[in-house]
């Protein structure tokens, strides 16, 4: 389960109840720190490391978040739900404003 945002706040919540309750979590940061960040928290507040997976993008670009879908969709057996709580704001193309 791919859980976009989930380096603070909400997402990181999702992402620990869900790893706790069995689920293969694909945690979300837009850095790889970020990421591994969020997954070292989730493992010392008590989360199973075989339970977390980190990846790193930049949502607001919707082509990059089309082609990690699709990465992150091409290594799993099967993808029960995608939880994005994360704030995405698409930027202005180069050179309007």
């Known amino acids: 389960m791919p859980v976009a945002g989930a380096t603070s706040g909400v997402g990181w919540e999702t992402a620990r109840i869900l790893a706790e ?12 720190e970020e990421a591994r960040a969020a997954t070292s928290r ?28 699709r990465a ?9 739900v995608r939880a994005t709580s994360a704030s995405a704001r698409r930027r202005p193309p180069p050179g309007s404003g």
């Open 72 to 80: 992150v969709v091409g290594t799993r057996l099967h993808l029960d």
């Open 21 to 32: 309750r069995g689920a293969l979590v694909l945690v979300h940061g837009r850095t790889a």
């Open 42 to 69: 989730l493992i010392a507040a008590g989360v199973s490391e075989p339970h977390l997976c980190t990846y790193a993008t930049d949502l607001t670009d919707s082509d990059t978040e089309e082609a990690t879908v």
